[in-house]
């Protein structure tokens, strides 16, 4: 046979054999989705996690595209249940009486616009100067301001860790960001509004970042998190790694996406049960 003959052989088998699998992975997709329903429709667990685990349990082969469009069809009928998440998840608690809208910032130029910007999410907003941005933070953990403003990124260094730092010793979560041009109009740098509670007023019917920090077991890339994108309609804008404080062998990466409020819920709610050492950042609008 010749030579020629025996590569046309072979680039046919290939062609039926992707045309098989393609046909395959159509059948399966319809499967699972049926599946999926069927489960919905026979829960016998109260809560999403509950719900997810029974799922995981009967299909302990499903991928995580299985997982993340059994979650996706069950959310999308249980708003309550969205809104439960959305509060635990982004640590709402009761702002303390004499500190609603207080607003802890160290004054300079860049932050003086990025005020003007964030505090048109807070009713009655009040600008309480503070001498660094420990104190800023602090003046949310003892209660004495709702809110302070952190820079977290610039665009000529990426994201601003030591900051990020703050906002994991202090327990603190991005509700607002903003960005401010610099001085010679060359750059910018990215400033957020932070704190334990959830701003008086968001603008309607826009786009949310959902940022967030995986750490994974042997400290390689989560890469399954690429695989569900497209279910739950996000973009993936960035991601940053850094060697974890207690195993330089492990990594902690820093993600960041964008998508509908809702897919973002729902996003949050994946990630925190595909992976025991997931944490939400911020589920915020950017002014």
Known sequence: MKIEQAKNIHIDNISEFSSRIVLAEEQRTLAVSELAELFIENLSSA?????????LRSFPKSRPQDR????????????????????????????FPGSHGKIAVVKNNYSESAILLLSKTVIRPKVISAQNFSDACESVVDNKCQFCILPTETSAGGRLFGFYSMLDRYELKIFALCSVETDDGTGSVKYALVGRSMPDRFPRATERTL????????GKFPSDIPNVL???GAKLLR???????????????YLSFRMSEKNAIVMDLYLSVEYPNYS????????
Do not use: H
Not at 47 to 55: C, I, L
Not at 211 to 218: G, K, P, R, Y
Not at 240 to 250: A, H, M, R, V
């Open 47 to 55: 809560s999403p996690q509950e719900s997810y685990a029974e799922f």
């Open 211 to 218: 940022e967030c920090s995986v750490i994974t077991e042997n």
């Open 280 to 287: 939400q950042i911020g589920l915020y609008p950017t002014i």
């Open 230 to 232: 497209d279910i739950f």
């Open 68 to 95: 993340a469009k059994f979650l996706s069809k069950l959310m999308s009928g249980r708003k309550n249940d969205l809104s439960l998440w959305y509060n635990k998840s982004t640590k709402e608690s009761a702002t």
């Open 239 to 253: 991601v940053d790694s850094l060697p974890t404080e207690y195993d330089e062998l492990q990594n902690k990466y």
